[in-house]
């Protein structure tokens, strides 16, 4: 169950689209809100028709006045979810993207999990390498082409090490993060941005 908060800081009501970003040629109409001043608003994904048949998907907030908003995502797993691991996790949003992340990994081994790299951006293609550092060295593990609004995703089974240290290098800037599952526990956070980051309003 996935749970996304808008909150306006502000002083007069925003209009916010909540973007969908999907895989392959899926293009879910946005969740359209009115956001009060000084007020959060939640919206329970698992009641959203348009996100039934989606496998996963990555979100964009996007105040439609300029004005600023934060956001938020929180994810149970509740007993009795057939094949998942139980637990919550909870991530901020972020509102940078770059041409570089740094993502760490936290023993994958015998965990399940993946990297989650977004392209934001409503023109540009973004070609992104996907390599891991770790004590015996650096490897790339897989090299993609992103399309505008479109998202990838690395599992962690391709990505082997003692604690590696994924490292995302794409030709326009994006968004990168993780999110994991061991025997007891979940999370997921973004990347760090190791490179000269980009407002969204500056993307091309």
Same mark, same amino acid.
């Given at each position: 169950?996935?749970?996304?908060?808008?909150?306006?800081?502000?002083?007069?009501?925003?209009?916010?689209? /909540?973007?969908?970003?999907?895989?392959? +040629?899926?293009?879910?109409?946005?969740?359209?809100?009115?956001? =009060?001043?000084?007020?959060?608003?939640?919206?329970?994904?698992?009641? &959203? $028709?348009?996100?039934?048949? =989606?496998?996963?998907?990555?979100?964009?907030?996007?105040?439609? #006045? !300029?004005?600023?908003?934060?956001?938020?995502?929180?994810?149970?797993?509740?007993? !009795?979810?057939?094949? =998942? /691991?139980? !637990?919550? $996790? #909870?991530?901020?949003?972020?509102?940078?993207? $770059?041409?570089?992340?740094?993502?760490?990994?936290?023993? /994958?081994?015998?965990?399940?999990?993946?990297?989650?790299?977004?392209?934001?951006?409503? #023109?540009?293609?973004?070609?992104?390498?996907?390599?891991?550092? +770790?004590?015996?060295?650096?490897?790339?593990?897989?090299?993609?082409?992103?399309?505008?609004?479109?998202?990838?995703?690395?599992?962690?089974? &391709? =990505?082997? !090490?003692?604690?590696?240290?994924? /490292?995302?290098?794409?030709?326009?800037?994006?968004?990168?993060?993780?999110?994991?599952?061991?025997?007891?526990?979940?999370?997921?956070?973004?990347?760090?941005?190791?490179?000269?980051?980009?407002?969204?309003?500056?993307?091309?």
């Amino acid at each position: 169950r996935d749970v996304v908060s808008v909150t306006n800081p502000g002083g007069e009501a925003v209009e916010v689209d /909540v973007e969908i970003v999907a895989e392959g +040629d899926t293009f879910p109409d946005p969740i359209e809100l009115t956001v =009060l001043p000084g007020r959060t608003v939640q919206v329970d994904l698992a009641g &959203e $028709a348009r996100l039934a048949d =989606l496998e996963g998907f990555s979100l964009v907030v996007r105040s439609l #006045s !300029g004005e600023p908003v934060g956001a938020s995502v929180d994810s149970v797993v509740d007993p !009795g979810a057939d094949d =998942l /691991v139980v !637990g919550a $996790a #909870s991530s901020t949003g972020v509102d940078v993207a $770059a041409n570089r992340w740094l993502v760490p990994i936290e023993g /994958v081994e015998g965990e399940t999990g993946r990297v989650v790299v977004v392209n934001p951006s409503p #023109s540009a293609i973004a070609s992104v390498e996907v390599s891991v550092v +770790d004590a015996d060295g650096s490897r790339s593990v897989a090299v993609v082409e992103i399309g505008p609004g479109r998202r990838a995703v690395v599992d962690a089974g &391709e =990505l082997d !090490g003692d604690r590696p240290v994924v /490292v995302v290098a794409s030709s326009s800037p994006v968004v990168a993060g993780r999110e994991t599952a061991g025997l007891t526990s979940r999370s997921m956070a973004t990347g760090v941005a190791a490179s000269m980051a980009a407002a969204f309003a500056d993307l091309p």
